[in-house]
């Protein structure tokens, strides 16, 4: 049987132990013995087998319902408690990542049913998809872990079960708020008939609203909160007044606190903090992050309006952070009230049908067949595939390499433009917290914002501990593991499972293209700073960093496939 057709038949369970063993795998965690197709590992003391393939980067792809354990001399399947218990790790981090991956399998199974009677994704607009995309993190075995989150909650405000609902707001003492937005924000952003509800709603509760500022929150968030002695306390002090619900309605959107509005496409998308562990981390917002988001995001854009090849060659879209807020920055609630305004696909004059996150062309529908197979058909395997690389990966690559800029380019944060499926551009979002760069390699230094004087934080921060790096390797690593090794592998495995379409052609092709750019605009030199084609390059190990209680930094090194010299 082939690695689709165990795949294709495996449950939620299946996939949640296969992705586990993948990355225990990949970041070495596990101990792998031989070089066949079925290979046997140890986890502690455990002993292991399955039949996996090895994909670029190392990473393994294992066939599902594969992976079988030795009991007494006896192999049998194995479990998620058989892996979970054999790992070398603290106790209580155990009983957490057990929780999560049982969590994860149930949640996805949850709302499955609904995502599925929506019918062909290719084509949703771009809306649509990022509910009906519930599938999760493609590599992270934790991915729709979210802690807290019952069943009601779920179908509430998770993404796949597509409900919409409305912000609920307070009235903040303006001593307790940092915000940074632009002249006319609230005109703006909420209609007259809300503006004069939270108006209204403000006066009966007796507050001048000279001395405050009205405040959104998730629903979640909003109810959780009401748990926090300090929390509680502002609110009986009247430095907060909940005011309820009102305006525009949301959707979640696939990152679950990011919300996109329903009720206008055009408006912003905000988002908002959610104490919820997902993945490896808690979806709150790092207070540091809040007030210059809209420096980073105008930053990012006078680089991009000072390089014309991002709007030929290399056509590259932001969507601004333009507004940030956050209560209680130097609180023990810093980061858990905060948000952030972010313009639509919609707002920047992006149709919605010719718009489509990343990580969708990875997927597979209900009967087995790529998503992307209509467009395949239609343009021909290797002339879109050729297009497509063209189009995400150069304007990543060359802000890295021509600007010193990197991107957290993970398949959330990118967006294809697309006309009929044929590639034309690439949009890019989510920069607050993850944008790099090297002092010495800005093309234009003078352009860079002045963090510390938004804030202090920036002015205290060890080396590499926010944006700025002190290497190239620093953002190599950045840009190759959200680009490529956590991104457009799983493209590139999808290509082989269902096309043949060998994974070494694949990264060569890529090779091909990033040579004859840098060749095209006299960037050799530059390139070689970051050294991405050497035999072995450091990538970040996500299940590590759980297995470390979400503290530190942990990489290990794999082989790279962009490296040509052998053979």
């Not at 979210?146 to 003492?173: K, N, T």
């Not at 940092?178 to 006066?203: H, I, M, N, S, Y």
Request: include cysteine; aromatic fraction near 8%.
């Amino acid at each position: 049987m082939s690695r689709h057709e165990y795949l294709t038949a495996e449950t939620t369970e299946d996939r949640v132990l296969r992705q586990l063993c993948e990355a225990l795998l990949f970041e070495r965690q596990c101990s792998a013995v031989g070089e066949t197709a079925d290979r046997e590992w140890t986890c502690g003391a455990r002993l292991f087998r399955a039949r996996i393939e090895m994909g670029g980067f190392d990473r393994p792809r294992i066939s599902s319902r594969s992976i079988v354990t030795k009991t007494a001399d006896v192999w049998r399947l194995a479990t998620l408690v058989d892996v979970v218990d054999a790992l070398q790790a603290e106790d209580t981090l155990k009983a957490e990542l057990n929780d999560d991956l049982r969590r994860t399998a149930y949640l996805t199974d949850l709302t499955r049913p609904t995502v599925t009677q929506r019918g062909p994704r290719i084509a949703m607009t771009y809306d649509a998809l990022e509910t009906a995309i519930d599938e999760g993190h493609p590599y992270h075995p934790c991915f729709k872990a979210r802690s807290g989150f019952s069943d009601a909650d779920h179908r509430a405000y998770g993404p796949e079960a597509g409900a919409a609902f409305q912000l609920q707001w307070l009235a903040v003492d303006r001593a307790l708020v940092e915000q940074v937005v632009p002249d006319g924000f609230w005109k703006a952003e909420l209609c007259d008939a809300t503006g004069l509800k939270l108006c209204d709603r403000a006066t009966a509760a007796g507050i001048d609203l000279s001395q405050y500022a009205f405040f959104p929150v998730h629903p979640w968030q909003a109810e959780k909160l009401k748990g926090d002695a300090l929390y509680r306390t502002w609110i009986e002090t009247g430095k907060i007044m909940p005011l309820g619900a009102c305006g525009d309605t949301y959707r979640a959107t696939q990152s679950v606190r990011t919300l996109s509005n329903a009720s206008d496409p055009t408006g912003a998308h905000v988002k908002t903090s959610m104490a919820m562990r997902n993945t490896s981390s808690l979806r709150t917002i790092e207070p540091h992050s809040v007030c210059v988001a809209p420096a980073i995001s105008d930053w990012l854009t006078a680089v991009l309006d000072s390089d014309p090849l991002f709007r030929t060659g290399c056509r590259l879209t932001i969507l601004r952070e333009y507004a940030g807020m956050i209560v209680g920055r130097d609180t023990p609630l810093a980061g858990h009230l905060a948000a952030l305004y972010r313009e639509s696909p919609q707002a920047r004059g992006f149709a919605a049908d010719q718009v489509m996150p990343l990580n969708a062309l990875s997927l597979t529908e209900v009967d087995g067949l790529p998503l992307i197979d209509p467009w395949v058909q239609k343009h021909g395997l290797h002339a879109w595939l050729d297009q497509l690389l063209r189009v995400v990966v150069l304007p990543v690559w060359h802000l890295m390499v021509a600007h010193g800029i990197g991107l957290e380019a993970h398949g959330q944060n990118l967006m294809l433009h697309h006309e009929g499926g044929w590639p034309i551009g690439l949009i890019a979002r989510d920069f607050h917290e993850s944008v790099e760069y090297v002092p010495g390699l800005l093309s234009r230094p003078d352009l860079v914002p002045d963090f510390a004087a938004i804030d202090p934080a920036y002015a205290e921060a060890a080396p590499d501990q926010f944006h700025q790096m002190q290497s190239a390797e620093a953002l190599r690593e950045l840009v190759m593991d959200t680009l490529f090794i956590y991104n457009l592998a799983e493209l590139s495995n999808l290509l082989h499972s269902h096309y043949g379409v060998p994974e070494n052609l694949f990264w060569r092709r890529i090779r091909w293209f990033l040579d004859k750019h840098v060749a095209d605009h006299n960037l050799q030199a530059r390139q070689a700073l970051f050294d991405p084609f050497a035999p072995q390059i450091a990538t970040e190990s996500l299940m590590t960093l759980k297995l470390n209680g979400g503290k530190g930094v942990f990489r290990h090194a794999v082989s790279n496939p962009l490296n040509l010299t052998k053979g």
